[in-house]
């Protein structure tokens, strides 16, 4: 069999293969993009970050919980949610995800190929669908497949008891209670939106604190909400054992507690899904979290293979991966592309939805940066009044001796938007006067920044000049 | 008689922050406040209550959402007026405790009372049974406005009102003119459209909102009229009348707006309203009748200085009550600033404040480099619609050469998931330089939104920072980079 010749062919559609795509077909170049079956736009559509959105959108509004402060703590605006109401939305803006971009492909002119693909050698791919198999070959190869959850053998994953995050979305019903193994985002967004629906979680981390990137005091206000919602904590407690019993699942804890629970969600960590791929045959290893290393360029070992997005490792958000989809297809093509900004926003859509910016208290101590800050709540805003969010914070952390600002962290309604005002002024290497000198919509939740540079500026103590004002 | 660095007469955003300002400054300070409450009209009639209003009016009848989650989860299928009231009373309460407390840490001294001027440095404020003289150094005005109302209109705070009765109101009218397509006919409008109200907002200009990019103005005109909403554009009203019910009753074709059928929208508990209410007439310079239960007048807004005697200072008004500053916001008396609505465009609460601190700066000789003419302006209408920079109209007439990026809401996943598949923003790009010229978004957050534009704008940056940097996904700040990409697409093939 004669492989297609393509210049660029990708493995997997998610947002780092789409945008190297897109790139590379712009420059006029020959684009294969290798999909499983039905699952365009890889995990970030089909079974991360957008049905877990989708989720917990739901869940603010059929729980009326975003009102509660305004109407009381009853209000509720449907009774006996269940997980198909949960998931109504969530079929909807999947299946429109993928119509948009299956559409923009074709529209592209990017030659779509169905199957599971494994290397023949560095330059060719064998794509199989059921019977059928076709062979690509690729001037360049880009490997985009992304991650799946880990999955380890000590644990008894059982659909509908022991589950992961993918097996979340297929459960039937709504269990009663759960054990969510694991505090990192995916553990504290499934855990923030479960209790939100009154389901009883316990969350287990073998750390500390949950969300361990994530800046001191806005991780402990999410701990603090989180208790709040009646989630039950279990930090610094790894778990010994897991199995599942007549009406459920218990864990043993290595401190000898017992935990149970109708269902128990394993969620830690995920790993790239290479291992079907034959790298090998492409003169590649992955290393064992199943994820390929690159460089600067977002090459390979072998120059004319690439990976990009979550495969590659940190930060693994759906954002970063498609610039480097196509900073990756730049370099492949000469394009002159400038390196993305390192100053990347973190956003968790726990409730409430956390983001940051920047360093935070922790990391600047560490390095001896003197820094000071500047917070702001929401309640001290006219619009976090209106939205009813008293609880929500900004902060700034900016530099001492040249008020640069250094890090930004929200917690509250629109956290991940309003990140990127910070961002947008750390970028330019301005300091924190900014704020205080630009006039913002009134009322919003955007004027939190005004706040709390002047909350700043004001702790200081700096001499009277502009910055002096409330 | 007391004597102070500073003088501030009324408590609005201008007037609290100029006051605060100084405190800061280490000066002395008095605050003259004429009503019972501080805050000025943005807390009291303004803004305030209308955007609290419409946070209600969004909320209790899932505006925002219906249809997203199924039939079943329309939300609260009666909303009583004091649902409305009870949210806005919440809001409005807290906000003034908020002021009263900054006011107070701050060391800000209140009096209560009118104040006139006797000399132009000496204020007399009078109460019921006393009044006090006070004497400053420096002043600022910022009395702000009120709703403009000609005599030819027949207000009665019932059936025709202006923005300040309508918030009086008991009960939710049937049907509504509202005389004014600005910020305030046209947010009332959404909200009563939203409610249920049948409205005709009459609008003597060609399109709403005058100042928008012409492009949104039009996306806002069809959303409008898919609310229901019925405009008349280009006409003129040349007379409002109460008319008895009974002349209705025989001349049924004509009552264009007479009441209709029971709304199938969410409808309220304790609608007065029954076949012998009152009607208003507003008849048009083209020749038409409008007929509906009630009428907003939202013409134009006037300032409040009449009371304060200015001539004794040696000011004089304008004809509309209002006072003309320089670049400082000095009136013709060095020592008496001016800030807010009362010194006229563009008379938003934002800016006002920033004018009463900048005013202040300015009178107690602290240097600043503030950039206040790159002011965002938000509309609370549904949706919401925001820009900061130039229109494209402006840029036309100015002969700048530039190119739009557009991005749809229904292009990003966070557009999709809160089911807004209507909004948009626009960047405007200069052709060669890149720089951006101007932000205008509609839907939801674009208030919230515009505040990223506006930094990469006034921090010099150009399109590209939106193609090199990474946004949160899923976000409606994505739009800025899709229409980044929009924008240098078109550009390559100029």
């Not at chain 2, 229904?410 to 052709?431: F, S, V, Y």
């Amino acid at each position: 069999m004669t492989p297609k010749e393509y210049d660029l062919v990708i493995i997997g559609s998610g947002p780092a293969g789409q945008k190297a795509a897109l790139c590379a077909v712009h420059l006029g170049k020959r684009v294969a993009l290798i999909e499983r079956d039905g699952s365009i736009g890889g995990v970030c559509i089909h079974t991360g970050t957008v049905p877990s959105k989708a989720m917990r959108e739901a869940v603010l509004h059929l729980t009326g919980l975003r009102e509660r402060s305004l109407y009381g703590d009853s209000y509720a605006v449907k009774e006996n949610i269940t997980m198909a109401d949960l998931l109504y939305r969530c079929h909807h803006v999947v299946k429109n995800e993928v119509d948009v971009i299956r559409g923009q492909m074709t529209r592209a002119g990017v030659k779509m190929v169905w199957g599971e693909a494994t290397f023949l050698d560095p330059h060719t791919v064998r794509v199989t669908r059921n019977q059928d198999t076709i062979d690509l070959r690729g001037e360049f190869m880009l490997v985009a497949v992304g991650t799946e959850p880990t999955r380890p053998s000590t644990v008894p994953f059982t659909p509908g008891r022991v589950i992961d995050s993918t097996g979340l979305l297929e459960l039937r019903e709504l269990p009663r209670s759960i054990i969510i193994v694991g505090g990192g985002v995916i553990g504290a967004e499934y855990a923030c939106t479960l209790a939100a629906v009154g389901v009883d979680v316990t969350l287990v981390e073998s750390r500390p604190r949950l969300l361990e990137f994530v800046d001191d005091e806005i991780a402990e206000s999410l701990q603090f909400r989180m208790r709040d919602m009646n989630v039950r904590l279990r930090l610094g407690e790894s778990v010994a054992g897991i199995c599942v019993v007549d009406r459920g699942v218990e864990a043993a804890l290595a401190s000898n507690k017992r935990l149970s629970a109708e269902t128990l969600l394993y969620a830690i960590g995920r790993q790239g899904a290479t291992a079907k791929l034959n790298l090998p045959a492409a003169g590649l290893e992955a290393d064992g979290r199943g994820r390929l290393k690159v460089n600067d360029c977002f090459q390979t070992d072998v120059p004319h293979v690439y990976a990009a997005g979550d495969v590659i490792g940190f930060p693994a958000l759906a954002a970063t991966s498609m610039e480097q989809g196509r900073l990756a297809a730049s370099h492949m093509f000469h394009l002159i592309a400038e390196p993305v900004s390192p100053l990347f926003p973190f956003g968790i859509y726990t409730i409430p939805e956390i983001s940051m910016v920047g360093q935070t208290e922790q990391a600047l101590t560490a390095a001896g940066v003197p820094y000071a800050v500047g917070m702001a709540r929401y309640r001290e805003t006219a619009r976090g009044q209106l939205v009813a969010d008293p609880y929500g914070m900004l902060k700034l952390l900016f530099h001492a001796d040249s008020r640069r600002l250094l890090g930004v962290h929200v917690i509250g309604t629109g956290a991940t938007e309003l990140i990127h005002i910070g961002q947008a002024v750390m970028a330019a290497r301005m300091p924190i006067d900014y704020f205080v000198e630009s006039v913002f919509n009134y009322p919003t939740l955007a004027e939190c920044y005004k706040v709390a540079a002047m909350n700043g500026l004001d702790a200081m103590r700096l001499p009277i000049d502009i910055a002096k004002a409330a | 008689m007391r004597h102070f660095d500073l003088a501030v007469i009324g408590s609005g955003p201008a007037g609290q922050k100029a006051a605060i300002q100084a405190t800061k400054l280490g000066k002395t300070v008095v605050l003259v406040e004429r009503g019972n409450v501080l805050g000025g009209a943005a807390i009291n009639t303004g803004t305030i209550p209308s955007k609290a209003l419409r946070e209600a009016v969004m909320h209790l009848t899932g505006a925002a959402k219906r249809g997203l989650f199924g039939e079943s989860s329309r939300m609260k299928q009666k909303i009583t007026v004091a649902d409305l009231i009870y949210v806005s009373q919440q809001v409005i309460h807290h906000e003034l405790s908020l002021i009263r407390d900054q006011l107070d840490r701050n060391g800000v001294e209140i009096v209560w009372g009118a104040a006139r001027f006797e000399q132009e440095n000496v204020l007399y404020v009078d109460r019921a049974d006393d009044f006090e003289a006070l004497s400053a150094n420096y002043f600022v005005i910022a009395t702000g406005t009120r709703p403009a109302t000609p005599e030819s209109v027949p207000f009665d705070d019932k059936t025709v009102f202006t923005s300040d009765g309508l918030l009086k109101l008991d009960h939710r009218p049937k049907t509504m003119i509202i005389v004014g397509g600005g910020v305030i006919g046209c947010e009332y409008a959404c909200m009563m459209a939203t409610l249920g109200v049948k409205v005709t907002l009459v609008e003597g200009r060609q399109e709403v909102l005058g100042f928008l990019d012409h492009e949104i103005a039009e996306a806002f005109q069809y959303q409008m009229r898919r609310m229901g909403i019925t405009l008349r554009l280009g006409e003129k009203v040349s007379k409002i009348e109460h008319i008895a019910p009974e002349q209705v009753m025989g001349n049924s074709g004509a009552a264009t707006l007479a009441p209709a059928p029971p709304a199938a929208t969410p409808t309220i508990s304790n609608v007065t309203t029954n076949g012998s209410a009152p009607l208003v007439q507003a008849t048009l310079g083209s020749g038409k009748n409008l007929r509906a239960q009630t009428l907003l007048y939202a013409v134009g807004r006037q300032g409040t200085t009449a009371a304060l005697k200015l001539d004794r200072a040696g000011l004089v008004a304008d004809d509309r009550e209002r006072l003309q500053v320089n670049e400082h916001y000095q009136t013709a008396v060095p020592h008496i600033y001016a800030a807010g609505d009362v010194i006229g465009f563009p008379a938003l609460a934002s800016t006002a404040m920033e004018q009463g601190r900048l005013a202040v700066c300015h009178a107690f000789g602290v240097v600043t480099r503030s950039i206040p003419e790159l002011f965002p302006y938000g509309v609370y209408a549904i949706p919401e619609i925001s820009m900061v920079g130039k229109t494209e109209e402006q840029l036309t007439a100015a002969g700048i050469p530039y190119e739009a990026g557009v991005a749809q809401y229904k292009e990003l996943a966070r557009g999709q998931l809160l089911g807004d598949d209507t909004g948009l923003l626009k960047l405007l790009i200069h052709q060669e330089t890149h720089q951006i010229l101007g932000v205008h978004a509609i839907g939801t957050g674009a208030t919230e939104l515009i505040h990223i534009g506006q930094a990469v704008m006034a921090l010099g940056g150009s399109v590209d920072y939106f193609i090199n940097n990474v946004f949160n996904f899923p976000t409606l700040a994505e739009a800025y980079k899709v229409a980044a990409h929009n924008g240098l697409n078109k550009l390559r093939h100029v």
